[in-house]
């Protein structure tokens, strides 16, 4: 479960999250949705705990424990996962390098022994192949050359791959054509599960449509204006943010 | 701030025990007396039983240095080195010249094998079959031990230490000695001449591969002594050899001085490739202490179709003064430089290549990547020219920098000089950070920031690990690793 309690955050002294208050428990699928400029990606990153943002008060709890204490790496091996909005190349370093570092050390901090290399290669092909990832991809440097889609259904690979927590989806919709867009919600349906819930940021109903979520947030001036179940996207489809935005300003 | 200190600490922490090859042997071994004049040389020589005429080569070349000024272009800073305040001499008392390495002092060879280096020829063939090599150890002045001669004998390969090969070869090492470098090419290769003690000596036979990848392991032990190896790699026509040479040294506070001199020469249609990886002591975070390496390494593609490649990977060193170069003079020729040099700490490194093209359709290759962290200063200094005879003459050049933190300092400087109007010349360049972002995206995959910047830099030096042999690679891959901990803020 992972709870936020009354975070505020800046960033260079101008304030970002004020009071923000968010739960998604165990196997919820939460929407957070909102205007541009409104918190939804450094909500993303202060959770991730990517430096440079300044946590003024508040806690980040997941399954009790708070995880602004840790650094990023920490976090991811708590079970933090960031697709991100736009994923990072990585020239000369083999997309398979990449999983097959970032998989052991996640097995080194569990106290498990590294994969062996067929078993992880099995693995990241099937994995690939159920996301449409084509092998030659694998070989390519992590990113490098990728189109818009390439990167996202990596992203989903490697979520796959790292089996978090609490995976957070930063915008994966923006840049995606309508089929990448499906391949792309079915690979997160797949991972949906008990012990696992999900953190969508999105600004449109549209991935609503493929990830269909438990809860709705509307996330405005830097807090959560509104809470409520799916209606609440399709009724921001019609009428906007204009009412948001207005309300808390 | 609190980050930027703790970065200086850890980097301070670290830098010292990160040099794992940083002990010394305790063995007792035989100087000459401190500094440097003729009966010193004559000493040197002497030592080595050698012939008049080599005995007069060295003195020549003393007499020469006397004459010359050490040279101050390279973007390097350093106190003044007292010349006569090093030993030009230091030998294990116990090495008399050892018939087998049965004769060897057990002390040595368990110095190799904290070094990870098996001189017993039956343990390597114990091991694994495929990864053979033939090793020279050379310790401070001497050479310690040279294996698998019977075998490469068979070959017809010529593969011993050189202070032996002015005895049983004289005829090669008159025609070939000085022959790329000469006497009086430049400061340290001068005083290289006047002094060398041991280091390498390889002849291919025309038309004979060798059988296996032949190796120089270069240690430096005692205190306050410089090492002047001399190597001398000979491919007769139609040959091929590989080649790789590595370097360590003890820690010591004071700085110790290294010049070597390499020559290759490549007749017509034979191959060398010559490795290095070089792990000399960089001095600690303040900059205290690392060896001066200033050297002289050159190949001459003396044949047509003659082919030269070097491949560097330099992590160690205070100070780096370093420049393998090719002359490509015969026809149809060929010559490849590529690099890795990586700085950190304090470490000073101006290093590149020269591609001097005389000979028609001659072309060339330079693949230079360098990386600076810490408070350190890398330059790449590189020469492409195409003589008015060299008709045909192509070159590319790749120049990569990559800066990890604020304090580093990169530069590149291309000096490109063409006679020939049918030259073709390409030099690419490119300087890049490693970003926050890169960094945050793999320590959010769960890699600490030491794995994601050895990741993010093997990514950035990888078309060069790839030149490097098998074997080397992987050690090369872990040394690069080692030389960035704690340079990450």
Redesign the interface.
């Known amino acids: 479960m992972l709870e936020v309690k009354n975070l505020h955050v800046s960033v260079g002294g101008r304030k970002i999250l004020d009071g923000l208050n968010l739960t998604v428990k165990d196997g919820e699928v939460a929407a957070i949705m909102g205007p541009n400029g409104t918190g939804k990606s450094t909500l993303s990153y202060v959770i991730?705990?990517?430096?440079?943002y300044e946590v003024e008060e508040g806690e980040v709890l997941l399954d009790g424990v708070n995880i602004l204490e840790m650094?990023?790496?920490e976090?991811?091996?708590a079970g933090?996962?960031?697709a991100?909005q736009y994923?990072?190349?990585?020239?000369?370093?083999a997309t398979m390098?990449?999983l097959k570092?970032?998989l052991n050390?996640?097995a080194r901090?569990k106290g498990q022994g590294e994969l062996q290399t067929p078993e992880f290669m099995k693995k990241v092909r099937e994995a690939a192949q159920k996301l449409g990832v084509a092998q030659d991809m694998l070989k390519r440097?992590l990113n490098v050359g990728f189109s818009g889609g390439e990167k996202k259904r990596m992203e989903i690979l490697?979520m796959a791959l790292?089996q978090p927590k609490i995976g957070i989806l930063d915008e994966t919709d923006s840049g995606l054509d309508i089929d990448a867009l499906r391949i792309v919600a079915d690979g997160v349906n797949a991972l949906r599960a008990q012990d696992r819930s999900f953190l969508v940021i999105t600004h449109y109903q549209r991935l609503l449509d493929y990830i269909k979520p438990d809860t709705v947030h509307v996330m405005a001036r830097g807090k959560i204006a509104r809470t409520g179940g799916p209606e609440l996207a399709l009724e921001l489809e019609k009428s906007g943010y204009a009412a948001f935005t207005g309300e808390a300003a | 701030m609190a980050a930027v200190k703790e970065t200086v600490d850890r980097v301070k922490a670290i830098d010292v025990d990160a040099y794992k090859y940083g002990f010394v042997t305790d063995i007792e071994s035989e100087k000459a007396p401190k500094g440097l004049n003729e009966d010193i040389v004559r000493f040197i020589s002497a030592k080595k039983n050698e012939p008049e005429w080599m005995t007069e080569w060295r003195l020549d070349a003393y007499r020469r240095w006397l004459t010359m000024d050490e040279p101050t272009w390279a973007r390097v800073e350093y106190p003044k080195i007292d010349f006569q305040d090093l030993y030009y001499y230091a030998a294990p008392k116990s090495m008399a010249g050892p018939k087998s390495l049965d004769e060897v002092d057990p002390e040595l060879l368990r110095t190799y094998e904290k070094l990870g280096i098996p001189l017993r020829e039956q343990e390597i063939l114990a091991g694994v079959q495929n990864s053979r090599v033939a090793v020279d150890a050379v310790f401070d002045s001497v050479s310690v031990a040279t294996t698998f001669r019977a075998e490469l004998a068979k070959a017809g390969v010529i593969f011993c230490p050189i202070s032996e090969a002015v005895h049983s070869h004289p005829e090669l090492v008159k025609k070939y000695l000085g022959s790329v470098v000469p006497v009086t090419d430049n400061y340290y290769a001068t005083l290289n001449s006047a002094v060398f003690s041991d280091g390498s000596f390889v002849y291919i036979p025309p038309g004979v591969r060798c059988p296996m990848e032949l190796s120089t392991y270069f240690r430096i032990n005692e205190r306050n002594t410089g090492q002047f190896e001399r190597t001398l790699i000979i491919a007769d026509a139609g040959s091929y050899v590989s080649y790789l040479e590595g370097c360590t040294a003890p820690q010591r506070d004071e700085n110790q001085l290294h010049a070597a001199v390499v020559e290759l020469i490549a007749h017509e249609d034979a191959e060398i490739k010559y490795s290095t990886v070089q792990n000399w002591f960089p001095g600690d975070a303040e900059g205290k202490g690392g060896i001066y390496n200033f050297v002289t390494k050159r190949g001459d593609c003396r044949g047509d179709r003659s082919k030269i490649s070097w491949t560097q990977v330099e992590t160690g060193s205070a100070i780096t003064w370093k420049y393998p170069s090719c002359i490509l003079r015969g026809d149809e020729s060929r010559g490849e430089f590529y690099s890795i040099a990586i700085s950190n700490g304090r470490q000073q490194v101006d290093s590149g290549t020269k591609m001097i093209h005389l000979g028609k359709n001659t072309t060339s290759r330079i693949i230079s990547k360098g990386i600076s962290a810490g408070r350190s200063n890398n330059t790449y200094r590189g020469q492409v020219s195409a003589h008015r005879k060299a008709t045909g003459a192509r070159n590319f050049t790749n120049c990569d920098s990559l800066l990890i933190g604020h304090d580093c300092g990169a530069h590149t400087v291309p000096y490109i000089e063409s006679k020939n109007a049918s030259a073709v010349f390409e030099h690419e360049a490119t300087t890049s950070k490693i970003?926050?972002?890169?960094l945050?995206?793999?320590?959010?995959?769960?890699?600490?920031?030491e794995?994601a910047t050895a990741?993010?830099v093997?990514?950035?030096?990888?078309?060069v690990l790839q030149q490097l042999p098998m074997e080397f690679a992987v050690e090369a891959q872990k040394l690069i690793a080692i030389s960035l901990e704690g340079s990450v803020g």
């Open positions: 991730a705990g990517r430096e440079d650094d990023a790496t976090r991811a091996n933090v996962f960031l991100f994923p990072l190349e990585i020239p000369g370093v390098t990449f570092a970032a050390a996640q901090a440097p490697q790292l | 970003s926050e972002d890169q945050f995206y793999c320590t959010q995959r769960g890699l600490s920031e794995e990741l993010i093997n990514g950035f030096v990888r078309d």
